[in-house]
């Protein structure tokens, strides 16, 4: 199960500032370009207050959120495919994580410098991707050429896969990424041993400075162009302000809240970051609620009652008799698990059932 995404973007666009104000782990954040040249890992929890508020109404002792984790990836820079500033090492961090959140700079300040000179999203992202696109023209090649002997020899594996990676390289060819293209669920399976950079997904982090010259509020042309492209793509992105996020990240939450409104940043960017992660890689969460523990678990979207078991322990898929499942607003509404039984809320599922995210779930076992 995917659980990585890793924090790419150009020199000096917040990453390593972002990733500080996410796991509240020290990494060095310089104002010059390869300040990060190993990645930094952070293990980081997935805000929910489903959670806590299961946790209250079953007095549990511990609390356990599901968890995502970020990797902070140094700044790739034009000419990367081909080893540019530590390129090649670079591209295969990012070839090791599920999912991609794409810093972009969207504000201008002279006093932090950018590798271009100017401060252009849209230009930023397609240097960015452009660097993909080419890591992964050079992979796909080298596979179709491997794979034309198993082809004429009529092997279906082969067949399936050649014609994946074939539409691939139609978007790759076109300076697109490859996840655009349309494949049925075999090509796409047959796609996942190649790890190509671009199909991964990925989640636009628009990082914006308090106080500073935002391009969505100088109607200068530059954010109507990045905009224009994320429509056109269908891509997810959220704003954030790393700067504050990151100087917020070790006072209490009563502190924050005013800081925030001195700040003139009154939404937490970075707990909307995981989240939208999480939604990235396709995952959701189901609970188990007690007087020990409450705790979220991470599911793959679309899971069955048995997947969602095995994620407890093996038994409940292998050994899956039924699951008794609630709703978590329909348990916190009746107040207790004896008032949603006597009011019928628990229902019976069996294997066939697909987990909805925020399901509370018993599993019975033999």
Partial sequence: MGLSIGIVGLPNVGKST??????????LAANYPFATIDPSVGVVSVPDERLDKLAALSNSINVVPAAVEFVDIAGLVKGASEGEGLGNKFLSHIREVDAIAH?????????????????????????????????????????????????????????????????ALACLRDSRLAIEADYTDEERNALKGLHLLTMKPVLYVLNKEAGGHNLDELNDGRFALLKEFIQKTASSYVFVDANVESELRDLHADDKASFRQEYG??????????RAGYQLLGLMSFFTTGADETRAWTVPVGSSAPEAGAAIHTDFFNKFIRAEVIAWDALLEAGSYAEARAKGLVRTEGKDYIVKNGDVIEFLHG
């Fill in 18 to 27: 972002l990733f500080n104000a996410l796991t509240k782990k020290s990494v």
């Fill in 265 to 274: 940043v009154f939404d937490d960017g970075v707990n909307g970051l995981i």
């Fill in 103 to 167: 810093v972009v700079r969207l504000f201008d300040n002279p006093n932090i410098l950018h590798v271009d000179g100017e401060v252009n999203p849209l230009r930023d992202i397609e240097t960015i991707n452009l660097e993909l696109i080419l890591a992964d023209l050079e992979t796909a090649n080298k596979r179709v050429d491997s794979l034309s002997r198993d082809v004429k020899q009529g092997k279906k594996e082969a067949i399936a896969e050649h014609s994946a990676v074939e539409k």
